[in-house]
């Protein structure tokens, strides 16, 4: 069941009955009431229960937007923010030397744009005078990254261009006459994926084409992977 579905049930219950059928405290119920992220498994399945539901969990593949500014921030990209403070402990976890390339490599693995719910892989032109006229077309701010962004720090190697957009549906749409969708990520030269407003902050303008920082351009092909993954991570081990 969905989380809100849960929470919607629980803020509808008799606190002191739920926590009665539950076998947890009335104190419990009431906090969970508020926020349900931070209680165990055990605890929302008995819930659940309690209320005539059941819990299933399904696991995918990560794509928080929140993980890529957290690097950003550790790499000096980004200033520091309580949004993705959880984000920036996690990093530091995971790759506690603080070496860039390490930061960098865990935040790509869970933040890949072509996992994000929404967003569209196409297989078509990807030049930047294709792309430029379906972001400026769609009315909604947009910018590019994945190979569109590295050829601007020197790359030639090609690969897959994604475009971060606040309209994918109808970035997606002006693409469709000259474009086809596909599944498979090996397949796709465009990624059109929804944009968390961190991607925008320290992108540049080179004539009509909007750019996300380089830091950001590296961590987004670093997740996209394959071809253009391979030219950002030398271009990385240049700097």
């Not at 403070?85 to 976890?93: A, S, T």
């Not at 996992?115 to 400026?136: E, I, K, T, Y």
């Not at 190979?147 to 957009?165: P, Q």
Request: proline fraction near 3%; glycine fraction near 10%; charge should be negative.
């Amino acid at each position: 069941m969905r989380a809100n579905v849960l929470s919607d049930a629980i803020a509808r219950a008799q606190k002191a009955e739920l926590a009665r059928r539950a076998g947890i405290s009335r104190t419990t119920a009431l906090h969970l009431r508020d926020d349900i992220s931070r209680a165990r498994v055990s605890t929302l399945r008995e819930l659940a229960l309690a209320l005539g539901y059941d819990i299933r969990i399904d696991l995918e593949r990560a794509s928080d937007p929140l993980a890529s500014a957290a690097a950003r921030s550790l790499l000096g990209d980004l200033d520091e923010s309580a949004e993705y403070r959880e984000w920036v402990e996690r990093l530091q976890r995971y790759c506690p030397s603080g070496e860039p390339l390490g930061i960098v490599d865990e935040a790509a693995r869970v933040s890949a744009p072509q996992h994000r719910g929404g967003s569209v892989m196409l297989s078509g032109r990807n030049d930047a005078d294709r792309l430029v006229s379906a972001g400026v077309a769609s009315g909604a701010r947009w910018a590019l990254s994945g190979a569109a962004a590295l050829e601007a720090l020197g790359s030639n190697g090609g690969g897959t261009v994604l475009m971060w957009s606040e309209d994918v549906t109808r970035a997606a749409q002006l693409l469709g006459g000259t474009h086809r969708r596909v599944k498979a990520e090996a397949a796709a030269d465009v990624v059109i994926a929804p944009a968390h407003p961190s991607v925008f902050e320290g992108s540049t303008q080179v004539d009509d084409v909007v750019l996300v920082s380089p830091v950001q351009a590296i961590i987004d092909s670093f997740g996209l992977g394959g071809e253009v993954g391979a030219t950002a991570r030398r271009v990385a081990e240049a700097w």
